[in-house]
Every structure is written in structure tokens, then in C-alpha cells.
T-cell receptor, first 117, second 110 residues
């Protein structure tokens, strides 16, 4: 099956610093990648959709200047949380849609636990 | 805007019981519906994916059905085991987005 990796799996940073999370599709090319956020005991909420080589589309209420998304290649997307604050502490999960997909199935990474102190 | 509702929010059963988790969605214009499992602090494990043209999918002790016209899906778990304890998420794939329900937290006691 298609594999999506995320790095790091867990990160702790101080308030005011920036953190970059990588999402890679290991055995397929992903024209579209998605970033989700999950707060404790809540479901996944879509933050943004990124297509390779173009600007990401952010969901309402998600600050694009705070959550920088770069989808520079067909196998890599990055999410940078800039000037992180404790309220940004959450579980961030990426997902990738194969470019050849005919079944519209998204594959999910294992998630990154961000803690901002 | 698609809304996905899962009932019940939590379920506690003794080992061996058969159980049904419910998922409903408001917009029937979907590509597929997917059931996931999530263990505490972990990512998602895909269990079953049902295409919009299909009515059910089976994998081992799991069976998922889809009634697109009524906006409903059920996940049936046969002979539940303590290892089935987790949160089960239903997600519906529309034209551009995958919308998740809030999940059903399942606890199977020995």
C-alpha cells in the first residue's frame, strides 16, 4: 500500500520559535497533499490543501501567514508553524492523494505531536 | 457544506459482542466513504473504503455498508476483542475534501 511519512513524530519548542514538519509520499507521487490538525478528543480538521507547484488553499479561520505550506515536489510537502504559541500545541497529520488515483483515496501520515511551552 | 455525524460518541461492551457503529452525512454527492481506526496518541489506520457505487466492503471481522441515498453508513464489528478498543472515525470524500466525523470511542472489556 501507499506509504506517507512525517518527520518529526514529536517536537517540543518554545513559544515564539518556528517549527517545520515534513510530509513525504514514499512510493508514489502526490499531486495534492492535505494538512489536518487534531486537538485532544476532537476529530481531524482540514487546515489547508496544497498542490505541487502552486500556493496552498487554506480553510476558513486558518492563518496562512502563521501556517506556511510548501509543496515543492511531488513527494514532499512542509508545514511551518511560525511564531508558535501554546495554543498551537496539537497533533498535525498530513495526507497525500496519488496523482494517478482513480479511487480518490487519501493516504495518511502517522502524525506529528507539537507541544509549545 | 458536508457534515458527518457519528453515533454513539462512546460505546463500552464486553468481549465477544457484535456491535454497530453509525455514521451519517448530509451531502450524498460523494466519491467514497472511509472508516478509520485511531489509537490514543497515534495516527489513522484505514479499515475499509467504500466507493460511492458500492454498497458494502468486508475485511475480516469488519463489515461496512453504505446507503448513499439516505446518507448513512454502518460499521459492523463481529465478536469484539479488547484489541478493538480505539476511536473509530468515519470520513466522507467529496469533490475536493475529506470530511471527518467526531468519532466513536470504543472500549471492549475482557
Amino acid at each position: 500500500g501507499a506509504v506517507v511519512s512525517q518527520h518529526p513524530s514529536r517536537v517540543i519548542c518554545k513559544s515564539g520559535t518556528s517549527v517545520k514538519i515534513e510530509c513525504r509520499s514514499l512510493d508514489f507521487q502526490a499531486t495534492t497533499m492535505f494538512w489536518y490538525r487534531q486537538f485532544p478528543k476532537q476529530s481531524l480538521m482540514l487546515m489547508a490543501t496544497s498542490n505541487e507547484g502552486s500556493k496552498a488553499t487554506y480553510e476558513q479561520g486558518v492563518e496562512k501567514d502563521k501556517f506556511l505550506i510548501n509543496h515543492a515536489s511531488l513527494t514532499l510537502s512542509t508545514l511551518t508553524v511560525t511564531s508558535a504559541h501554546p495554543e498551537d500545541s496539537s497533533f498535525y497529520i498530513c495526507s497525500a492523494l496519488p496523482g494517478t488515483a482513480s479511487v480518490h483515496e487519501q493516504y495518511f501520515g502517522p502524525g506529528t505531536r507539537l507541544t509549545v511551552t | 457544506k458536508q457534515e458527518v455525524t457519528q453515533i454513539p460518541a462512546a460505546l463500552s461492551v464486553p468481549e465477544g459482542e457484535n456491535l454497530v457503529l453509525n455514521c451519517s452525512f448530509t451531502d450524498s454527492a460523494i466519491y467514497n466513504l472511509q472508516w478509520f481506526r485511531q489509537d490514543p496518541g497515534k495516527g489513522l489506520t484505514s479499515l475499509l473504503l467504500i466507493q460511492s457505487s458500492q454498497r458494502e466492503q468486508t475485511s475480516g471481522r469488519l463489515n461496512a455498508s453504505l446507503d448513499k441515498s439516505s446518507g448513512r453508513s454502518t460499521l459492523y464489528i463481529a465478536a469484539s476483542q479488547p484489541g478493538d478498543s480505539a476511536t473509530y472515525l468515519c470520513a466522507v470524500k467529496g469533490y475536493s475534501t475529506l470530511t471527518f466525523g467526531k468519532g466513536t470511542m470504543l472500549l471492549v472489556s475482557p
